[in-house]
């Protein structure tokens, strides 16, 4: 169940007039994923990592790297590139000294009577779209969020709240019903409990659902930040004795179930792989002017990433065709956010 790959993609050029007519083919066609994206357990076999390196005529070159999510997760990912960059600039002071065996003492392997749920890994009608948060404009969403009973924001959670809201909004427009909706998102585990340095997959769901009544910015960010914190509250409880596994495994089964509720709810996942600093990694060729996260044809999905100058958030979003006619034109969504028509914007 849930995601079986992880794929970054970083584009490094040495300076904007390099942008010819094969990189720009190359960036209008993010969308296509060369190296598989999503296979469908138990069928995934192969190599646990692989690299795919596209080099420019008049240089440049992008690199595409695939990695099983058995083996790790985005902070894992983030902490294995950087070090990886950092070895080929011959830079021992950057290198990392990865912790492989927090995870395994924290969470050893147990048996579960766990149902494989199938997911729709790919979906048909299908759009993807990237929208552009300046700095300036979360600021002013953040303060919208806000209210007496909520505490402010952060960024994240002010962006994850608008784009779940609107995305609610197109989809009762179609379907002409209220029914309820959900999200979920992993929560990186490192920075609240353990190491920022372990490997392997340290993160739990956050799993947030409003019923079939109206829906309001400070309330979806009032869901985010209680569910949050009460996960949070139960997990540093549960670490403590040995329920660690069973505590995470509950929250993994939760999503499945929503999954399993089928057209009576609408399930939107988000992940946010902001502060993960791949704009930062260098390689020796100096740093990527563009970093992806390709979503594959999976609708209802958002990744959030840093913008390049580090305090903006691009999200990139998949829905139906039919909601996404309606979202991206949403203007509520517009007041803050911009389309972009290239992966550059």
């Known amino acids: 169940m849930g995601w079986t790959i992880l794929n970054v993609r970083l584009l490094i050029v040495p300076s904007q007039r390099f942008f010819t007519n094969q990189i720009l083919t190359y960036l209008q066609n993010f969308s296509l994923v060369i190296l598989p994206l999503f296979l469908e357990p138990p069928q995934i076999e192969g190599p646990l990592v692989s690299v795919q390196v596209s080099f420019f005529n008049r240089g440049g070159l992008a690199i595409g790297i695939w990695l099983s999510h058995k083996v790790l997760d985005g902070a894992s990912l983030t902490t294995f590139i950087k070090s990886w960059a950092a070895i080929c600039r011959r830079d021992p002071g950057h290198l990392f000294s990865p912790d492989l ?21 790919q979906n048909r009608n299908v759009i993807k779209r990237t929208f552009v948060f300046h700095s300036s404009k979360i600021a002013e969403l953040k303060a919208k969020a806000a209210s007496e009973r909520v505490s402010p924001p952060s960024r994240v959670e002010a962006v994850m709240a608008l784009i779940w809201k609107c995305a609610v909004t197109a989809s009762r427009s179609n379907t002409r019903t209220f029914k309820p909706f959900a999200l979920y998102q992993p929560v990186n585990l490192r920075k609240r409990i353990i190491s920022e340095n372990s490997m392997g997959n340290l993160f739990r769901m956050l799993v947030a659902q409003i019923g079939d009544e109206e829906i309001q910015l400070p309330i979806l960010v009032d869901q985010l930040k209680t569910k949050l914190r009460e996960a949070t509250k139960l997990f540093e409880e549960k670490i403590q004795g040995d329920e660690a596994s069973s505590s995470i495994f ?6 499945g179930e929503l999954h399993l509720k089928g057209d009576d709810i609408d399930v939107y996942f988000f992940a946010s792989w902001c502060k993960f600093p791949l704009c930062e990694v260098d390689f020796g060729w100096g ?31 998949t829905l139906r065709e039919e909601d996404m006619a309606l979202f991206e034109h949403d203007q509520e969504l517009l007041k803050f956010a911009s389309v972009s028509c290239s992966p550059l914007a």
């Open 287 to 317: 740093k990527p002017c563009w970093v992806s996260i390709p979503l594959g044809a999976v609708k209802n999905c958002v990744v959030l990433l840093d913008t390049e100058e580090g305090e903006g958030i691009e999200a990139w979003v």
């Open 101 to 121: 065996n927090v995870a395994s003492s924290l969470f050893p392997p147990l048996q579960f009577p766990l149902e494989v749920v199938k997911l729709p890994y």
């Open 250 to 255: 509950g929250f993994h089964k939760e999503v």
